[in-house]
């Protein structure tokens, strides 16, 4: 069993940078992937960003491409997601999954999540 904490949640204006960290512990592998969901209030659970633990490729959903990246730390499983030139639109709790299916964007697939951490974007 994989268990996952984020954290850099917080409060920032529109066109604000924040950085969101993710560690997991537990059963971890040395090769899998690892991302980011986030869940506005009642809107479903959505893809935002992956890591290939492997490959390092990345991927992103169109609504952050080119303002978030996702990265992984030097030390074993912790990922990262820099997100700039916020939005109010990026309101949500965003959570970090683990393992994930390369390709696989589906929140539905995943049961292994972090308790979340909520970001909040102001106009």
């Known amino acids: 069993q994989v268990q996952l904490l984020e954290s850099g949640g917080g409060l920032v204006q529109a066109g604000g940078s924040l950085r969101l960290s993710c560690a997991a512990s537990?059963?971890?592998?040395?090769?899998?992937?690892m991302g980011w969901f986030r869940q506005a209030p009642g809107k479903e659970r959505e893809f935002v960003a992956a890591?290939?633990?492997?490959?390092?490729?990345?991927a992103y959903a169109d609504a952050v491409k080119g303002r978030f990246i996702c990265s992984r730390g030097i030390a074993k499983n912790t990922m990262y997601l820099q997100m700039n030139s916020l939005e109010p639109e990026d309101t949500a709790v965003y959570y970090c999954?683990?393992?994930?299916?390369?390709?696989?964007?589906?929140?539905?697939?995943?049961?292994?999540w972090g308790q979340g951490t909520q970001v909040t974007v102001s106009s």
């Open positions: 999954a683990a393992p994930m299916v390369w390709g696989v964007w589906k929140a539905s697939v995943y049961h292994t």
């Open positions: 537990g059963r971890t592998f040395s090769t899998y992937t």
């Open positions: 890591i290939s633990w492997s490959t390092s490729d990345t």
